[in-house]
Nanobody
C-alpha cells in the first residue's frame, strides 16, 4: 500500500503564496504519475496539476501561470508552488499517485489515481 502525506497548507491573503509538499512511501511504477487535486465545499474534486516521472506536467486552466508542480523522488517530495492565490483557490488539496495509462503518460482523471493522501486545507481570504 502506497502512503502519501501532505503538508504545507494554511491561510493566506489573496495574492499570497504557498507551497504544498507530498512525501510518498515509495517511488515506483505505482507512483509513476503523481498529482494534486482539490475539492472546495459543495463542489466536485478536480485535478489541479499532474506530473509524470519524466517531469511532463499538465495544469488546470484556472491555475496555469500561477501554480508549478515539481516531481518527487526519494530525495525530494512532490511539491506544488502556488502563487498569486485567489479566493477561488480555497479548497482541500489532495496528493494522489497512480501508474501510467495504457500507452504511457498520465491521466488527469481522478479514477486513474489509486493512492490518496489525507489532504491539506488551503484558505485564501482577506
Amino acid at each position: 500500500q502506497v502512503r502519501l502525506v501532505e503538508s504545507g497548507g494554511g491561510s493566506v491573503q489573496p495574492g499570497g503564496s504557498l507551497r504544498l509538499s507530498c512525501v510518498a512511501s515509495e517511488y515506483t511504477y505505482r507512483t509513476a504519475c503523481m498529482g494534486w487535486f482539490r475539492q472546495a465545499p459543495g463542489k466536485e474534486r478536480e485535478a489541479v496539476a499532474v506530473i509524470d516521472r519524466d517531469g511532463r506536467a499538465s495544469y488546470a486552466d484556472s491555475v496555469k501561470d500561477r501554480f508549478t508542480i515539481s516531481k518527487g523522488n526519494a530525495e525530494t517530495p512532490l511539491s506544488l508552488d502556488m502563487n498569486n492565490l485567489k479566493t477561488d483557490d480555497t479548497a482541500m488539496y489532495y496528493c494522489a499517485a497512480g501508474g501510467p495509462v495504457l500507452g504511457g503518460g498520465c491521466t488527469t482523471n481522478q479514477r486513474g489515481f489509486n493512492y490518496w493522501g489525507q489532504g491539506t486545507q488551503v484558505t485564501v481570504s482577506s
